[in-house]
């Protein structure tokens, strides 16, 4: 509850009141002990504080758990009864709904340490507009218990976010800001569930770090799942194109094809490994390579163009990167065979010819495979703007 401030402390009153935004689905097992901690950590601040919970209509007993809970602490719900369920949007609405303009947003499974809120929102007495929780900041630390493959995620995740922002956790879901700060609410167009990045990215907000230790969920259930990766992804790529223009669209082509790679040569080596020949290894390796880039960049690289029957598509990408695969090589050829300086570095034409071959399949992809407007019957009038999208989490109710 709110207490008196120490004495000397001549901050004016409304400077340290807080809300804090809490994003919540079936997190009833959570909420108390999150509440307790808050209040504990805020008790002898001085300033009011007031807890903001967003929930997605859990239906796991919450509200009942709020309920009792706001007779002796200052915690209140709302709860969206209607679909999509989305946490970047509980969060935005979570702002609007504050009576506070100093807003922290956390989550509700006790992975950040609500003993830190203090130290973020005092950060925003600095120079800064969002004070953010980092796990990577100098003296900050994660869970032991995480596994190689859940570090390299993170790692993977946190660079390819390195372009927007220079924060070292963007992807964090700890962070403190002054609303008026924020850019029209409204126009903000969050994928998924990293609503601090888009924050950050699209206010360009200037940003400071408070180290924190972050810790596993022990109660409840986890919503991150492949399909929130994917969203991740595409969410990243509308960033891209708000920060670089088209150039993103190009960036993007070129990071899926590099993971097509990567997949080429897990295959070409793993069918061997079984004893397959090399030809006939080289040859199968192709196929999900090829599938994964088409996938890959009909659900983020091209995610805004229209709807096109999958099979047709994935045929007019597998003859695109065909050809694509002709340019490269015969261009490799080309160059050594009838230019001196690349046939005395063929090294170059090499490199030469995997640009030109990339710039093809990006050229093709964009007039061709996943073109604007669709000219066969079937496709036409399909447009993914007006289509729920399978992969975003308003489906998902
Ligand atoms: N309102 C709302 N809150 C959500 C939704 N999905 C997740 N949350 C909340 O957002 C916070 C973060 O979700 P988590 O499931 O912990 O996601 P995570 O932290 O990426 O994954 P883990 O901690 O590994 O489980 C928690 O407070 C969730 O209850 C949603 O669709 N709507
Ligand atoms: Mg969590």
Request: include cysteine; aromatic fraction near 10%.
């Amino acid at each position: 509850m709110p207490s008196l401030p120490p004495p000397g402390d001549s901050k004016p009153a409304l400077n340290r009141a807080v809300s804090i935004v809490v994003p919540t689905f079936r997190e009833a097992e959570n909420i108390p002990v999150l509440a307790e901690r808050i209040e504990a950590a805020l008790s002898g601040r001085g300033g009011e504080w007031e807890l903001v919970l967003v929930d997605d209509d859990s239906r796991d007993g919450s509200e009942v758990v709020v309920e009792d809970l706001s007779q002796r602490l200052p915690v209140r719900m709302e709860v969206r009864r209607d679909p999509p369920r989305d946490l970047s949007l509980s969060v935005l609405r979570g702002i609007a709904l504050s009576r506070f303009d100093r807003v922290v947003v956390m989550d509700a499974d006790l992975s950040h340490p609500p003993e830190r809120i203090p130290d973020l929102v005092r950060a925003l007495d600095g120079d800064c507009d969002m004070a953010v929780g980092s796990r990577y900041a100098p003296g900050g630390r994660i869970d032991r218990g995480w596994g190689l493959w859940r570090h390299l995620n993170s790692f993977g995740a946190t660079l390819l976010a390195r372009p927007l922002t220079a924060c070292s956790d963007p992807m964090s879901g700890f962070f403190a800001l002054d609303r008026r700060v924020l850019p029209d609410l409204a126009r903000l167009r969050p994928v998924g569930y990293k609503i601090g990045l888009e924050l950050m990215v699209r206010g360009r907000l200037r940003v400071t770090e408070v180290p924190i230790g972050f810790s596993d969920r022990a109660r409840g259930t986890s919503k991150m799942n492949l399909r929130q990766q994917m969203n991740y992804l595409r969410h990243l790529k509308r960033l891209y194109l708000h920060r670089f223009g088209g150039l993103a669209r190009v960036l993007s082509f070129g990071a899926v094809g590099a993971s097509g790679f990567v997949i080429d040569l897990a295959f070409y080596l793993g069918l061997q490994a079984l004893g397959l020949e090399h030809r006939l290894a080289r040859f199968l390796s192709f196929w999900p390579a090829v599938s994964w880039n088409w996938w890959l960049n009909r659900r983020v690289t091209f995610d805004d163009r229209p709807w096109q029957t999958p099979v047709r598509q994935w045929v007019r990408f597998v003859i695109a990167s065909s050809v694509g695969l002709g340019v490269n090589v015969g261009g490799y050829l080309v160059l050594t065979g009838f230019v001196a300086v690349f046939a005395r570095h063929p090294l170059l034409a090499f490199f030469l010819g995997i640009a030109l071959g990339g710039a093809f399949n990006f050229l093709i992809s964009t007039l061709y495979v996943y073109r604007w407007h669709s000219a066969s019957k079937g496709d036409s009038g399909r447009d993914s703007s007006a289509r729920p999208d399978p992969g975003s989490p308003r489906s998902e109710h």
